[in-house]
C-alpha cells in the first residue's frame, strides 16, 4: 500500500471511531463474526464492519455497556443474550409470493401431478420463514391448485433462527401495504379485514393458519423432522452461508426429500455440488432423483 494511501485509510479509520459512541475496533468485529458463524453459520463479509456496529449498538447502550468488548463477555455468559443478538444479526427481508414462479409451479403444475397420481397428503417445509409470508404464500397456492385443503393431510412446517420474526409469523397479521401487490383473488383467498386494533391490517385466514407449524430451528443444527417431505423452500438464507455449509445443508435436505419432491432455491443462490442429487427443472426449482 502507498504511503498515501495508508495515510487517508488511517484518516477514514480516525474519523469513523470519532463518530462512534463506543471503541469498536477490528478485533471486535473479528469476535462478532466468529460468534454469528458458530451459532448461525453466516459468513459475515468484510465490509459489513459499520453494519455490525448500527445493528448491536442499541442493545450495548441498553445494557448500559462502555464497549463493544464488554458486550462480548456479556453474550459468553448468557444464553438469553445470544437469541438477542441472533435476532439483531439476521437479515430478514421478505414479502407475499416473492419469487412468484416458485408458487405458481406448485399450485399449476406440481399439486396437479400429485392429484393425478392420487395422493392426498402433502409435507412442505419452509426452511428460513422470517415472518411467515413465504408460508402463508404456500398455503394460498394450495388453494389456488383447487385441492380440498379439508380432505388432504397437508402439514407445513416454518422454521427460522429469529424468536422476533416466529413472534409476528404465528400472529398472521400484517400491515395492509404487505398485500397491496398481491391479486384481487389472492388476497380474497388469504385475508380478513382487521377490526378495532388491526383497523389498518390484514389477518390470515383461520383456515389457512391452522395448516402450518411455525417452530424455532437452527438451519446448522439438528432439525425436528420425522417424515419425507415433498415440497422444501430454501430460498435466500444460503447466501448468508459460506460454500461448505451451503452443501451439508443441501445434502441433509437432499436426503429429507421423498423421490420426485421439490426444492426450491433463491434467485442468487447458486447450486453447490449437492445438486447431483436433483435435476433442475429451470428457474431455480429442483426435483429429488
Ligand atoms: C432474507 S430472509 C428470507 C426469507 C424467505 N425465505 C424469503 O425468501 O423471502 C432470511 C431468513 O433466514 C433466517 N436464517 C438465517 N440463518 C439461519 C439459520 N442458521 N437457521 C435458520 N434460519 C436462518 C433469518 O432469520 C431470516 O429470517
Redesign the pocket.
Known sequence: MSQDKRASEQLKLTIESYHREFVYNDHDFEQVKTRIYNY???DLADHKKDLVYNRLIKRVRDLALNSFDEYLTVLDNSSEEIAYF?NAM??????FY??PHHFEFLSETYIPSLFQQGQRSLRIW??????G??AYSIAISLLEANIDINEWDIKILA????TD?LKTAKTGIYSLERIENLSLIRKKLGFMRGKNENINKVIVKENLKKLIDFQH?????IWNIDEPLDVI?????MI??DKETQHTLLDRMAKLLKPGGILFI?HSESPTQAMKYFKSLGRTTYQKL
Open positions: 448461525a453459520g453466516i441472533i439476521t437479515t430478514n427481508l421478505t414479502s416473492r419469487e419452509s426452511s428460513a420463514c422470517s415472518v409470508e413465504e422454521t427460522d433462527i429469529n420474526v430451528s437452527n438451519l446448522i443444527d423452500f430454501c430460498r435466500n438464507v448468508y452461508f433463491g
